[in-house]
């Protein structure tokens, strides 16, 4: 079993304060989905796990397996475990999709002999083309084409946690059903279990990502907790609650009464 500790994180970017303290716990098989309004922060936690460049790490820290990954850089967080999928993939012009993966693969030590034949399996599986393979990494892909190509490449690098911002923009129901559901799969199906980060403003996503734990993001912290009920409850009221306690400058932990 592996676990991801993120603790009393602190980042921010051109001198801006944005992650104000946040905390999660993810397990090994578990799936954390992320909440909260425009502009909260979530992206930027996904980019200060992978280690981004352009964004500063002001305190606390994240283990996976007790590894602090904040000192690695972006290759050997991939290396240690950690998959992201960003909400606006990079695009790496002169560098094709086999190439990469050939790379990542060979840096774990892992086989390449089946990965023709695997990530033709998944693109069958998402609707997707094996042709993506050899294009130049996200280059000139439409959204939902980039969301499937990097769905195939975490079933392919079979990672321990993954972290996926907005995987659910830019596809339309059929296809977010089809990669919400492989991931569902590739989590069973990963030993161990894949954990899950699903960082999401819709709850869409999560009607086959069946969310173990929901968290509340809002101005750069967990404000909230619940189980799958509360992204129910997110979709039928909105975040107007969330938004008008950052107008009044309140402590939303305060408010929420967060242990
Ligand atoms: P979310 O993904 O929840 O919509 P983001 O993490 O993208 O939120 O943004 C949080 C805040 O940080 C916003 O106010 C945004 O304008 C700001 N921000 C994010 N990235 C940058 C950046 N590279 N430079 C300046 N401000 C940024
Ligand atoms: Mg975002």
Known sequence: MSVLEVRGLRAGVSGREILKGVDLRVESGEIHAVMGPNGSGKSTLAHVLMGRPGYEVLGGSVLLDGVDLLALDPAERAHAGLFLAFQYPI????????????????????????L???????????GSSVALLERHMNVDLSGGEKKRNETMQLAVLRPRFAVLDELDSGLDV???????RRIEEVRRELDPPLGVIAITHYKRLLNELRPDVVHVLSSGR????????????LEATGYA???EQEAAGGSAEEVRGLP
């Open 116 to 126: 023709i034949a695997e990530m033709a399996g998944e693109a069958e599986r998402l």
């Open 91 to 114: 695009e790496v012009p002169g560098v094709p999709l086999v190439d990469a993966l050939i790379a990542a693969l060979e840096a774990a030590g892992r086989s390449t002999e089946e």
């Open 222 to 233: 967990i404000v909230r907790r619940g189980g799958p009920e509360l992204a129910e409850e």
């Open 174 to 180: 059929d296809a977010l059903r089809h990669v919400s």
């Open 241 to 243: 609650a969330y938004r």
